[in-house]
């Protein structure tokens, strides 16, 4: 079992709906939590950080982080064309796990006019 | 400032053909990453360093010798290559030995092994 399970997708949404990605966790040291978006043939950028459990807003997008459950989740309101990538969540934390990410599969989204 | 550059962006390589793939930065991170994205995959992690001087396998090594060179740069060797490793190759940085840390990625180099 990978660390970090998330579905690939394809995912495909009009302009206007609300995403949601998800990624679920098996590792309880992980403790911070992170969402990268990867426009074609380009490197994933940071999109969102989240720290241990709760939710963090940052304009059309929420992240939400459910340790008990070991689930994470990326929202996106009034989604746009531009918002068409790939989404992949991350996550680090203590001991072993210190200082590396692991990633998640990521989630291919588009977003069609 | 350019971030993290990798070189070439672009190779095609015949089997058992060996070649070196460059990472350099210059925002003076501690740890730099090597991994590789194929379709449906993700990304996984193939070598990284912590540190200046120290190396460590990821989860799929076989195939690859890396090099810090010095801080800034960190290179990942593929001495016989297969058709195996056609891949997307990302290199990445980040403050490591902390965990919250944001990784920084380059553009990629795109192998196609023939």
């Known amino acids: 079992q990978k660390e970090v399970e998330q579905d690939p997708g394809p995912l495909s949404v009009p302009e206007g709906a609300i995403v949601s990605l998800n990624c679920t966790y098996s590792?309880?040291?992980?403790?911070?939590f992170m969402w990268y978006r990867q426009y074609s043939r380009k490197g994933p950028e940071l999109l969102m950080y989240t720290y241990s459990s709760g939710n963090k807003e940052d304009g059309r997008f929420t992240a939400q982080v459910d340790k008990s459950s070991k689930y994470i989740s990326l929202f996106i309101r009034d989604s746009q064309p531009s918002d068409s990538a790939t989404y992949l969540c991350a996550m680090s934390g203590r001991g072993s796990t210190l200082g590396r990410l692991y990633f998640g599969r990521g989630t291919q989204l588009t977003v069609w006019p | 400032n350019a971030g993290v550059t990798q070189t070439p962006k672009f190779q095609v390589l015949k089997t058992g053909q060996s070649m070196t793939l460059q990472c350099a930065q210059d925002m003076n991170h501690n740890s730099m990453y090597w991994y590789r994205q194929d379709p449906g995959m993700g990304l996984r992690l193939i070598y990284y360093s912590a540190s200046e001087g120290t190396t460590d396998k990821g989860e799929v090594p076989n195939g690859y010798n890396v090099s810090r060179l010095n801080k800034r740069e960190f290179s990942l060797r593929l001495e016989s290559a297969a058709p195996s490793q056609t891949s997307v190759y990302f290199c990445a940085i980040s403050n490591g030995g902390r965990a919250d840390t944001e990784a920084f990625f380059g553009q990629g180099t795109r192998l196609t092994v023939v």
């Open positions: 590792n309880s040291a992980f403790q911070y």
